[in-house]
């Protein structure tokens, strides 16, 4: 990139396409920037870059908001869907590669015995619930406070958008067209604070079905000896733990999010990294638990129905096997995560050198700035931080052809060390902009 070249204007056409994004997509034309008039229509993305359709070329941390760990259009992946797609894109018989894949998984990811395939992260965490639920025989969910799980309806509540904080353990939601009845099913507890959770569990754990946590939740890691704590709880009273690893999943190691901070759920959730882009989610666990999805039993009547027409559809499954090749290559990870974290420690030092406050948190994989001089280690001190400030750093960035989401970096495996350079100088100009507005 070239931090001197002057941003083309935005030709007609982007515009024409942003005009029609407005008025045909109401949940789709949305925007990571911070001001309508840095609207953008992708045209392609090749690697670390994304070029908008005016001809603009910026370096890219959103991925697509994770999936892209490894990098927009990687010829690996493209060579195989490629191939795959002149044999058929969907059957919904199994396939070689659907069995392929899920051979890797259960190698791969310290919970899985046995895994079911779908479409989405949203309705990968439906049918671990639902797993869950029919194991223990309850409804009542647990989750914390600021997480997001999705787009099913019982866990739109509490989410990283929640406005009005409730008492724990009550739920707030997150949307309207909810039925009423689902803000009975769901227990709120605070991240972080075993405490707090422990008395929630105890007093509820004649009515819970599971509990679901991200193990690192947003960008706010676990506190040493919350996750084991939170998994000694659960194995006490019987009731599954759930890690939602749609993000962290594949991301933070081989193992996922579990393997990192060495803890084994019942149940995990994997997605967005595992797939290169390609709709694909994977439910991953324990046999027993798996076992409820077997289809013989319909005639017994304690079957669980976890299906959808795509789920594990050959492509999907080729691309995820192709990605995971990727990132079984000497030194991914380790190169992952000595450029995040060079990243992480300029972003910090930059805005040090302004005197702005700022915690970096995080892993290196995928991390936040948070402008606080508090310590943040849950939603409502996170709720505390200068989010004014974010959406300005942003906005800040994007002019200097960065694109990030209003949350997090992610990094991904072919980010250079002269993007990192580049990104650096970036955030120490922005800095001192922001710091003299």
């Not at 933070?252 to 759920?265: D, F």
Request: a negative charge; charged letters at 25%.
């Amino acid at each position: 990139m070239n931090a001197d070249q002057p941003k083309k204007p935005r030709g007609s056409r982007e515009q024409k396409l942003l005009d029609e994004a407005a008025a045909l997509l109401p949940a789709s034309a949305r925007h990571v920037t911070a001001s309508p008039q840095s609207a953008m229509i992708i045209r392609e993305g090749r690697g670390s870059r994304l070029f908008d359709l005016s001809g603009n070329e910026y370096l890219d941390y959103l991925l697509g908001s994770g999936p892209m760990l490894v990098g927009h259009a990687h010829p690996v992946v493209l060579q195989a869907v490629a191939a795959a797609l002149e044999r058929g894109a969907s059957f919904l018989l199994p396939t070689e590669s659907a069995v392929e894949l899920a051979r890797e998984v259960v190698r791969s990811t310290p919970c899985a015995e046995r895994v079911v395939f779908g479409n989405t992260g949203s309705d990968g965490v439906i049918f671990a619930i639902r797993l869950a639920r029919a194991y223990r025989k309850r409804d009542k969910v647990l989750k914390f406070e600021g997480a997001y799980h999705g787009q099913g309806d019982a866990l739109l509540m509490s989410n990283q958008w929640t406005a009005e904080p409730a008492a724990f353990p009550r739920p707030v939601a997150n949307s309207i067209g909810l039925p009423i009845h689902t803000q009975e099913e769901v227990l709120i507890a605070p991240w972080n604070d075993i405490d707090r959770t422990a008395e929630i569990i105890t007093r509820y754990s004649d009515e819970l079905a599971c509990v679901i946590a991200e193990p690192m939740q947003r960008t706010l890691p676990p506190r040493p000896g919350f996750l084991e704590q939170l998994r000694e709880l659960t194995l006490r009273i019987d009731v599954p733990l759930i890690f939602d690893e749609v993000v962290t999943g594949y991301r933070l190691g081989y193992g996922s999010g579990q393997g990192y901070y060495g803890v084994t759920p019942d149940l995990c959730v994997l997605g967005k990294s595992l797939s290169a882009g390609h709709p694909l989610s994977v439910v991953a666990g324990r046999r027993d638990l798996m076992q409820f999805a077997e289809g013989g039993r319909r005639l017994t009547g304690d079957y669980v129905s976890l299906t959808g027409t795509y789920s594990g559809n050959p492509i999907s499954c080729t691309a995820a096997l192709a990605a995971l090749e990727l990132l079984r290559e000497p030194d991914v990870y380790a190169n992952l995560f000595k450029r995040g974290q060079r990243l992480m420690v300029g972003c910090r030092k930059a805005f040090e050198a302004v005197g702005i406050p700022v915690q970096i948190l995080g892993e290196p994989p995928a991390f936040e700035p948070w402008f606080a001089d508090h310590e943040i280690y849950d939603f409502r001190s996170a709720q505390k931080s200068d989010r004014a400030l974010s959406f300005r750093f942003g906005q800040a960035l994007l002019d200097r052809g960065i694109v990030k989401g209003h949350e997090k970096f992610f990094v991904s495996i072919v980010h250079t060390d002269e993007d990192i350079d580049y990104t650096i100088d970036a955030i120490q100009d922005a800095a001192h902009e922001l710091a003299h507005a």
